[in-house]
């Protein structure tokens, strides 16, 4: 572990990228994060901002033909950027594990449930076959499911989605991990089903105290459950501050404008907040200057800095590039220079 | 006045099996739906997966075959009619899509997608069709060089706008949005739920808005229903719903959205926790033996709840 006990993974300067036509675009660019214990970390942002990506490159799932990952990913004083896939294989389901989003197409579909979740359990534990049974029923009750001597027979076409996102929870925790990466966990799930997945994860992880990395597009589920909360936008972290800050005092332009387009209790008749242009695509990305510059072109380019870096506002409260400061929506006061 | 009335609509499908492939049992998808629209209104369907949403919109629309029961509009029954392709009704009624992407011919350009509903049901020269296109373009915010495009070529919410103004071709009397936002990052969604508002105060259109999203839905609708198992088990304005709800389903449903405020989270997974308990223990008292709705009883002018008939003397 690194100087302090309370850091689980340390992650810095990470860049991702991916080639297309020979040249490398970085879809996750200079993430510095940094996960503790007992915490739940949320990673927000928009389709294609890279939060995807750098859940994966903490794991290793990508193909290093296509992508290239820089930087330090520091778990356990190793760097998990440079190990080989054998050596991942002995961390990955015993000290990180993962959540994906959709549960279908995670499981096996000719697998019974029982027998999935054995399978971590074959590979990093030296339990005998009992004992390995009685762990998956125990995992099973775990996370909420009746009747686990049954479900533990079916596949994963029996179960509902709901059930099928706890067979997935129990799966990830079979290792008891250090950390768990889940990524967009309730997307795919109804409200009710929902929150009782978010309460199932709040329990287990005050349980095994382990850090969570929560990977999400909802602010609602961010502010049901997370502890810090990290907005990316165009594959860097823009904003950075625990939850009650964070909705509380947003600083950055474009956690102010999300926050604003949430169709609220309060806005009933309201017009939504909407964020001009759209987000650039990998290879047309500005590489100089504040990335998210062109989506507010009413802000005068001086209130910009030339190399946006991240500037602590107020204790672990940060914030990229100096525009925060001169920001205001466009409807709003001084709009006239524009 | 309501312009159209749906009475007591059900879609049922039949489950074949055993010998000879008859008909075993039926999937009750919907299951005895009644409503009325009125010009200008949003009416909200909301529901978890498999509550039926979907299959009403389709079942008015016409792209479901109904069981039983009458859709009238404007004093007209067109249930299950055999209409002309370009009769009244389905000029006046569209549809938005969830996934506009496979909504839209991928062989086709802007242009021809959305010509199609004028060509099919309003009589224009060229010229005259240009000039509507052009039109219908900037009601939605986009700019004429798109006209040539194809759809592959625009982005999600792009698209979903371009499916807005070819619902909108034919200044129809009401838009079926089944899930039109669901799809969408949350800034892409504000600004096509901001086009449909705008849309609907400058033409007086009805929508009949199909989510599960309750905070879209207490954004956009006037009136809301909220479905389970094929059935209503509560409907009415929007803040009948939202600060008086009397069904459990719709307590249990309202308690589970998150909200953003983080202070307070911890009292409201308490509460949470209580109504879902509650739910567990209580509920065989808001459903009859076979786990169905019981009948929507009024409990105001606008405020109706499923309720059966000795509670109905509680109250």
């Known amino acids: 572990m690194s100087t302090n006990t309370n850091e689980l993974l340390e992650i810095r300067n990470l860049r991702t990228s991916f080639r297309i036509k020979d040249t490398y675009y970085p879809a996750v660019d200079n993430v510095s994060l940094t996960l503790r214990k007992n915490e739940i970390l949320a990673i927000v942002g928009e389709s294609g901002c890279g939060k995807s990506t750098l859940a994966t490159s903490i794991v290793g799932l990508h193909n290093s033909i296509n992508t290239k990952v820089e930087g330090e990913i520091l778990y356990n004083n190793q760097n998990l950027v440079n190990l080989t896939d054998t050596q991942f294989n002995k961390l990955r389901g015993n000290d990180i594990g993962f959540i994906f989003q959709d549960p279908l197409s995670a499981l096996n579909p000719l697998m019974r449930i029982g027998e999935q979740i054995e399978e971590g359990l074959v590979y990093h534990t030296k339990l005998n076959k009992t004992q390995r049974e009685n762990r998956v029923l125990e995992l099973l009750d775990q996370v909420g499911i009746p009747n686990v001597q049954r479900v533990a027979k079916q596949f994963p076409h029996q179960l509902s989605g709901g059930m099928r996102q706890r067979v997935m929870i129990a799966i990830a925790l079979s290792g008891k991990p250090a950390i768990i990466i889940a990524d967009e966990p309730t997307t795919a799930l109804d409200v009710t089903i929902q929150a009782q997945i978010l309460d199932l994860l709040k329990t287990l992880q005050d349980e095994i105290q382990s850090g969570i990395i929560l990977i999400t597009h909802d602010l609602g589920v961010v502010a049901e459950v997370a502890d810090r909360v990290a907005v990316m936008y165009a594959g860097e972290v823009i904003e950075e501050a625990s939850v009650v800050e964070l909705f509380r005092n947003p600083k950055h332009p474009y956690t102010r404008s999300l926050l604003k387009s949430i169709p609220q209790t309060n806005s009933e008749n309201e017009q939504l907040e909407v964020i001009q242009g759209m987000v650039p695509s990998l290879v047309k990305l500005p590489r100089q200057g504040c990335r998210f510059s062109s989506r507010i072109p009413w802000i005068p380019q001086s209130a910009h800095e030339e190399n946006p870096e991240l500037h602590e506002v107020a204790p672990g409260h940060l914030v990229r590039c100096t525009c925060w400061k001169e920001f205001h929506f466009e409807d709003e006061e001084g709009s006239v220079n524009q | ?315």
Do not use: W
Not at chain 2, 38 to 58: D, F
Not at chain 2, 172 to 187: G, R
């Open chain 2, 1 to 315: 006045m309501s312009f159209m009335q749906v009475e007591d609509l059900k879609v049922h499908y039949p489950i074949r099996g055993g010998f000879f492939n008859t008909v075993v049992d039926h999937v009750y998808a919907v299951d005895g739906v009644t409503m009325e629209f009125e010009r200008g209104k949003t009416y909200g369907l909301v529901g978890e997966s498999g509550s039926g949403k979907s299959t009403t919109g389709k079942a008015i629309i016409g792209l479901e075959k109904i069981t039983s029961g009458r859709i009238i509009y404007e004093g007209e029954e067109v249930t299950n009619a055999r209409r002309k392709r370009d009769s009244a009704y389905n000029r006046d009624i569209q549809m938005i899509f969830q996934d506009s992407h496979s909504s839209m011919n991928p062989k086709k350009r802007v242009l021809d997608i959305l010509a199609e509903p004028i060509r099919n049901f309003l009589k224009l020269s060229p010229q005259e069709e240009r000039k509507r296109i052009n039109e219908l373009l900037a009601i939605v915010g986009m700019s004429e060089d798109v006209l040539l495009k194809y759809p592959h070529e625009f982005s999600g919410g792009q698209k979903q706008r371009l499916g807005i103004a070819r619902a909108v071709a034919c200044n129809p009397k009401m838009i079926i949005a089944d899930e039109p936002v669901s799809a969408l990052d949350l800034s892409v969604q504000a600004q096509v739920l901001n086009f449909m508002k705008d849309i609907q105060e400058q033409y007086g259109i009805s929508y009949l808005f199909i989510s599960h999203d309750l905070g879209v839905v207490r954004h956009m609708c006037d009136n809301i229903s909220i479905m389970y198992k094929g059935r209503f088990v509560e409907t009415g304005k929007r803040e009948d719903i939202y600060t008086n709800p009397k069904h459990i389903y719709t307590n249990r449903l309202l308690s589970a959205i998150p909200d953003i405020e983080p202070e307070t989270r911890n009292e409201r997974k308490l509460e949470r926790q209580k109504v879902e308990a509650a739910y567990r223990e209580e509920q065989h008292k808001y459903y009859d033996e076979d786990g169905k709705v019981y009948p929507l009883k009024s409990i105001s002018d606008t405020h109706k709840v499923a309720m059966s008939v000795d509670e109905k003397e509680r109250v």
